[in-house]
């Protein structure tokens, strides 16, 4: 599955056709129609990114989204919605084309919305979205939908964090329960492998996204890549601290072998065959586990924190946002509406393994054992500092060179990369 939630670097965007009304010889609305009223039937026109495998093979996301679209056309006859499937590796060049053609879509759902936020392209959230919809929104999603205070980018979908155990290991192995603080989880990694599990702790600090797995880590000591006012804090005390651990976990043999080398589809790989004993994985996670050996022999817990489980997690998501060119602002707010209220949480989850964004789709959710880690940190979830225009850098930085933060000096590795992020 190709997961695509940027959680932090913005990927460049734009987007494609224009609307136009489905109705003989009537007028598509004009920019200046700021209620977005049109005589007649309109049609809206809309690009969204494909999270599936293969979108040419498969056509998940068009399926996706004609469930969707069949639903609120019946409920909504006089409004009509013309979806365009995009890959990932696609949509970004391709909507930069249509709107520099001067095409841009009433509607678009991919990885970012800020670069259009400064040419004056998108309608405000408050424009689109309606009052109860918004105050449903997670608020700390929300508020990174936000340019100089004022929302232009509403939450789509999201992703989080949480710990993946194999039982039956755990069982051969005389553990009782999923560890909660790091004393616990260095204990159950020792068990393992007196039990002959291969890799106790599934370590994957490789390029794929290293950044993840370390700043799960560095939130289990209370650090993180920025501080709460935004100044970098890639080598502070607590992040130092946080990599001296797993280093010590690394030298005991207690996780995957050289860990700066492994990619997390590899480890996830292991972990479904059985091989591996805890891993910090995502919703996402599970299709891979459900096909392997571990089906049905794996649980999932909070992340083990120094002194208990976490409360927070990463948070990652992506994107959904309003073109104002057209016009048909309450058009758009109806679908929105339908969107954000009806059953597409469920099918969301269904088909992606990917998390709600409102309070509405995760109490929808909250009877899910396997999803019920997240769903409870996803409120209080940490972000990458992707507004920050340095993070692209640091991001590449840290991929290429963190693991190499528990093969040799953590301070040292830690510091190259603070003096990246402070342009020194």
Known sequence: MNIKLVGGAALGLATMLVLSACGGGSQPATGGDSTGQADGPVTLKMVAADYGDNPTADNAGTKFWKSVVDGFQAANPNIKVDVQVISWNDIDKQ????????????????????????????????EVLSPEVSKDMLTKFADFGKVDGTAYGIPFVSSARALFYNKELFE???IAE?????????????????????????LPLGQEEAQAESFLWMLGNGGGYTDASGKWTVNSPANVEAFQYVKGLVDAGLTTPNPGTKDRKTVWEDFAAGKVGMVNGG?????????GAVSGKYAVAPIAGKTGPLDTTLGVMDWIMAFNKNGHAAEIKKFFDFFYTGDATQKIVDNYKLLPVTNGGIQKLSGDEKLKP??????????????????????????????????DDPAKVLGDIQKVAEGS
Not at 283 to 291: T, V
Not at 374 to 384: G, I
Not at 392 to 403: D, H, L, R, Y
Request: glycine residues 8%; hydrophobic residues 40%.
């Open 374 to 407: 997240f769903l409870d940190a996803l409120p209080n979830a940490s972000f990458y500092p992707f507004k920050d225009p340095k993070w692209s850098e640091v991001n590449t930085t840290i991929k290429q060179t963190i693991g190499g933060a528990v093969k």
């Open 95 to 126: 909507v930069a084309t249509m709107v520099q053609n001067g095409q841009a879509p009433d509607i678009l759902q991919t990885g970012d919305y800020s670069g259009f936020v400064k040419d004056q392209l998108l309608y405000k959230t408050d």
């Open 172 to 174: 051969k192995a005389g």
């Open 178 to 202: 999923p560890p909660k603080t790091w004393d616990e989880l260095k204990a159950a990694a020792e068990k393992l492998k007196a039990a002959g599990v291969s890799q106790p702790f599934g």
């Open 283 to 291: 919703p996402m996670s599970i299709p891979i586990f459900d096909k």
